[in-house]
């Protein structure tokens, strides 16, 4: 039996949305997106040794970064779900649609969560910390499966209309 593309596609959007989340959900606890001369640095802590932490100054543009972060995984998590119970019931396709658009929108907001902490906290950087890299993963992960989503709906309801 041969798998069709849609069902590749859908494989593949599947795997991003979780790789995405996996990473975004490790990223966002993490104390390691940033290291400076004295100390590194998280999304909520500073710390000058692995044992030694403080809360970060709640700044604008910090809190910005976060709520863009949270509202980024939030967006995927429901996207990936509405694509997921969409695809397969052909009646519910609009469903599908709607759930990458949500994927396309999480990865929006990690490109601006991303973007808005690297121009605020670029200047201070000794060296970006793995969880730094994580967030952008996640923002290409997310638009890799969008365009996949996006391709799967499109190539199922061209199957649909040709079995009609």
Same mark, same amino acid.
């Given at each position: 039996m041969a798998c069709s593309a849609a069902k590749t596609l859908y494989v593949f959007t599947i795997v991003?949305?979780?790789g995405?989340?996996?990473l975004g959900v490790s990223a966002v606890g993490s104390k390691t997106w940033i290291w400076t001369r004295s100390a590194f640095g998280g !999304?909520? !802590?500073?710390?000058?040794?692995?044992?030694?932490?403080?809360l970060q100054?709640?700044?604008?543009?910090l809190n910005a970064?976060?709520?863009f972060v949270i509202m980024g995984i939030v967006f995927g998590f429901i996207g990936t779900i509405a694509y997921s119970?969409?695809?397969w019931n052909r009646r519910a396709i609009r469903v599908a649609q709607a759930g990458y658009g949500f994927i396309y929108f999480g990865a929006l907001c990690w490109t601006v969560a991303m973007i808005v902490y690297s121009v605020t906290y670029g200047a201070k950087s000794v060296a970006w910390g793995y969880s730094y890299a994580f967030g952008w993963a996640c923002s290409g992960l !997310?638009?890799?499966a969008g365009g996949f989503a996006h391709a799967s709906v499109s190539?199922?309801?061209q199957q649909i209309s040709e079995a009609a």
């Open positions: 991003c949305c979780w995405a989340f996996g !999304l909520w !802590l500073t710390c000058t040794t692995r044992d030694i932490c403080s100054e709640a700044t604008a543009s970064v976060r709520a119970s969409g695809f !997310l638009n890799f190539k199922q309801q």
